[in-house]
């Protein structure tokens, strides 16, 4: 994430809010995951002002840093945002399978790999 600096009175609310705007990066996706892990206590990321706000923020956030994983998951992007975050705070359970590559789905003929036929 660009130009986030320690800050005693930076709370985690300015940090999302701040990282909306910035392009998608390995840090970026690493500090998503991170509050991925953390939702699985919903007491640990929750903002004690303007709480609506930090929960419509939060899923913005984690719709772009983390997309094609929220779509392999089933994430429900056109929900509302009390649903939305139900889904995030299960999340953590198989968020890891998500994230893996995808695997070829070719067929043999097609990316030249040779065929096996059971006889």
Known sequence: MANVQPN???SLSDIIKSSLDQHN????RDFALLLIHALREPAAVRAKANAA???????AFMETALLNPLRRAGYPFSASTY???RFLERLHRSIEEHMRPLEPTFPPWLSGLPEHRST
């Open 8 to 10: 005693a009175t930076r």
């Open 25 to 28: 990066s390995p840090p970026r």
């Open 53 to 59: 706000q930090f929960d419509r923020d939060l899923c």
């Open 83 to 85: 649903d939305k975050l």
